[in-house]
């Protein structure tokens, strides 16, 4: 069985940073492209970040210079880098095996608030 654990996410301040975490099991994260996305509240999902199998990395206009990614692939584990909150970032994070996140984990919470 596939699966993601994400963690990481907490209660920050705008211009905190944080670092989340996609522990991934049943299958080796550097074979796949895997993304993250997220969900505000009483919105849709939105694509974050693509992460291909050769390591190239795109990023959604909202998030570029502020968020990244890396991965650790003995860890087995993705990871996106938030830097510069801000309040917008609220959201459920979530990595997913595809880009509209319908096989995605269960997700971390992320409140950016002052």
């Known amino acids: 069985e596939l699966d993601f654990v994400e963690s990481g996410g907490g209660l920050v301040q705008p211009g905190d940073s944080l670092r989340l975490s996609c522990r991934a099991s049943g299958f080796k994260i550097g074979r796949y492209s895997l993304h993250w996305v997220r969900q505000a509240p009483g919105k849709d999902l939105e694509w974050v970040s693509t992460?291909?199998?050769?390591?190239?990395?795109t990023y959604a206009d909202s998030v570029i210079g502020r968020f990244t990614v890396s991965r650790d692939d003995a860890e087995n584990t993705l990871y996106l880098h938030l830097n510069d909150l801000k309040t917008e970032d609220t959201a459920i994070y979530y990595c997913?095996?595809?880009?509209?996140?319908?096989?995605r984990g269960q997700g971390t919470q992320v409140t950016v608030s002052s």
């Open positions: 997913a095996r595809d880009r509209a996140g319908v096989y």
């Open positions: 992460t291909l199998n050769d390591g190239r990395v």
